[in-house]
């Protein structure tokens, strides 16, 4: 079963970081984060910085859709666009999700 690359993802530039494996000091150089040289330690923090941008932009079409039902945003284009990124977001997380619990049950597949 050969798993399919992602390639130019625009909007989650932090997954870039996933090449720059075994680069000692090139990865979690986020403020506040512990720096890691692992596989795991490294797509564990470029899913979760993915995560918080999916969060953000869920939580910017939440606020647009409150100013909207209150009468504050007059342009419904600024809603539609960011409840769509939202959905976007959401619907790419959850096939990186499936698609990094099917490796996972893959390597746990295979015998030593």
Same mark, same amino acid.
């Given at each position: 079963?050969?798993?399919?690359?992602?390639?130019?993802?625009?909007?989650?530039?932090?997954?870039?970081?996933?090449? +720059?494996?075994? /680069?000692p000091?090139?990865?979690?150089? +986020?403020?506040?984060?512990?720096? +890691?040289?692992?596989?795991?330690?490294?797509?564990?923090?470029?899913?979760?910085? /993915?995560?918080?941008?999916?969060?953000?932009?869920?939580?910017?079409?939440?606020?647009l859709?409150q100013?909207?039902?209150?009468?504050?945003?007059?342009d419904?284009h600024?809603?539609?666009?960011?409840?769509?990124k939202?959905?976007?977001?959401?619907?790419?997380?959850? /096939?990186?999700?499936?698609?990094?619990? +099917?490796?996972?049950?893959?390597?746990?597949?295979?015998?030593?």
């Amino acid at each position: 079963m050969a798993l399919s690359g992602i390639t130019a993802i625009s909007g989650l530039g932090s997954l870039g970081s996933i090449g +720059s494996i075994g /680069a000692p000091g090139s990865i979690g150089s +986020s403020p506040g984060r512990a720096r +890691s040289t692992d596989v795991g330690g490294t797509v564990s923090l470029g899913f979760s910085d /993915a995560l918080e941008r999916v969060q953000k932009s869920i939580d910017q079409a939440d606020g647009l859709a409150q100013q909207l039902a209150t009468g504050e945003l007059t342009d419904i284009h600024e809603y539609t666009v960011a409840a769509s990124k939202a959905q976007l977001g959401v619907q790419l997380t959850v /096939a990186m999700r499936n698609q990094l619990l +099917s490796a996972f049950q893959e390597v746990m597949r295979t015998q030593l």
